[in-house]
């Protein structure tokens, strides 16, 4: 048998694990991005105030109570992109360490196949290593998931 179809065979027991650390981190790095400008924004707002302390009156409350208000909100804004951020970022590892184990499973069922091909006799230690590669795999894949639902719990 091929090397094609000993890899091919191996493949339909521990399969691929879907999706895109990289571009899951080019999302939480976009969030990051998006909180520094938030928090800079948070910055002037706190310098107007800073500016404007002089300034008196029914105006210098409205403005007062007003840019309280908004540096408030977007410090806010800026720790939920942060929380965010780092969601993304957990899932995005977790991913990555699942994918990278599912290449290593992928190979150990692919030499258990090809020893089983090779002798006989190897067939049965063969079926009850691949069975428990099936599980580690399945056990992955629940890992992924469960990362997976944690980050939307947390993106809301």
Do not use: C, K
């Not at 007062?64 to 806010?76: C, H, I, P």
């Not at 006989?120 to 997976?148: D, K, M």
């Amino acid at each position: 048998m091929s090397a094609g179809s000993v890899a091919g065979l191996a493949g339909l027991v521990i399969g691929e694990i879907e999706g895109s650390p990289a571009g899951v981190h080019q999302v939480a790095a976009s969030w990051r991005q998006a909180a520094a400008a938030v928090s800079e924004g948070a910055a002037l707002v706190g310098s107007a105030q800073a500016v404007v302390a002089s300034w008196q009156g029914q105006g210098a409350e409205a403005f007062g109570a007003s840019a309280s208000g908004l540096q408030g909100d977007t410090e806010a804004l800026t720790a939920g992109l942060v929380g965010g951020a780092g969601a993304l970022e957990a899932y995005a590892s977790v991913l990555e360490a699942a994918q990278h184990a599912a290449t290593g499973l992928r190979a150990q069922a692919e030499s258990l196949v090809d020893s089983a091909l090779g002798n006989p006799l190897a067939a049965g230690p063969a079926a009850a290593g691949l069975a428990s590669l099936a599980a580690t795999y399945q056990a992955l894949r629940a890992e992924v998931h469960h990362a997976a639902t944690q980050a939307a719990t947390t993106l809301g």
